[in-house]
């Protein structure tokens, strides 16, 4: 019997709150702020779902740092399957991840159990703000989680390298769709990174527009329509997706998931990664 919604990749708030205490669930709160990287641990102790753990972005969810592999490069397998096991997750565990911002970080860790194999994740519909606002139930006690047993198992999510990304500039093979908004693809703002602009061919998608306005998820059918209609007769193996470190653009391979179009590829690294090399092309504008 499914344990989640129908999709099993979106969990309504008032699924989740039938399976608070659940012990073969795991919720964990993702929630994050690129501009005060600490926020989240702050809203988390201020506040969360009763019974969740904490995963950071920055150290949690990401590697080590190089200064030439962008802002989240993607963690060591052994780290993350570490962390795992420490949030008390095993291979049985229905995960649930959630965030204040629509899944932009939440998506994170759904892409990242996927690449550990793990299938059984999901993303809270509508996040904190739902959460709250439907059941005003918060704790400020930490979770207290007995050690899991995970193991990573075979890849479910495809990573395409830098290298990857350089050869296939100018190919059919292989079409970019950027996560980021408008004004950062076209170059005409960059609040983050050092070089404002796009990968040559990259086109654009900015995760919101995923989105209903109450920051839910669109309908899978709904999804479809707008993917097809932006990517045309290409397939989905063919698509990579990218924003500014590798993280939002998870909200696009989730957003493809549902609505039908499995097998895209992520590239880690993305933007950030991408301008730490100053011999790499760039193009502004459409």
């Not at 501009?35 to 641990?41: Q, S």
């Not at 609040?191 to 920051?215: F, K, M, T, Y």
């Amino acid at each position: 019997m499914n344990t989640t919604d129908s999709t099993d990749m979106l969990v309504s708030v008032e699924r989740l709150r039938e399976h608070l205490g659940n012990s073969h669930w795991c919720i964990v709160d993702v929630r994050h702020d690129l501009f005060d990287t600490e926020a989240g641990i702050h809203a988390y102790a201020a506040g969360h779902i009763p019974g969740a753990v904490f995963a950071h972005i920055d150290t949690d969810l990401s590697g080590k740092k190089t200064g030439k592999n962008g802002r989240h490069p993607l963690p060591q397998r052994n780290d993350l399957v570490e962390a795992f096991r420490s949030w008390g997750i095993d291979n049985a565990t229905q995960l649930i991840a959630y965030d204040a911002q629509g899944g932009q970080f939440a998506v994170r860790l759904w892409w990242l159990a996927r690449w550990l194999g793990h299938e059984r994740v999901a993303l809270l519909d509508g996040g904190w703000p739902k959460w709250l606002n439907d059941t005003h139930l918060s704790s400020t006690d930490p979770a207290a989680k007995s050690r899991g047993d995970f193991t990573a198992g075979r890849s479910l999510m495809p990573v395409v390298t830098v290298d990857q990304v350089m050869q296939s500039l100018g190919s059919d093979d292989r079409t970019l769709l950027d996560a980021r908004t408008p004004e950062r693809y076209r170059g005409e703002q960059e609040p983050i990174d050092p070089v404002a602009g796009h990968i040559p061919g990259a086109l654009n998608r900015p995760w919101q527009s995923n989105l209903e306005a109450d920051q839910t998820f669109k309908s899978a059918a709904e999804l479809r329509s707008e993917f097809d209609s932006a990517l045309g007769q290409r397939a989905p193996a063919h698509i990579t997706h990218q924003c500014g470190s590798g993280v939002t653009a998870c909200h696009n391979v989730f957003a493809m998931e549902l609505a039908g179009l499995s097998g895209s590829s992520l590239y880690g690294g993305s933007w950030s990664e991408w301008v730490s090399d100053r011999s790499r092309p760039i193009a502004t504008g459409n």
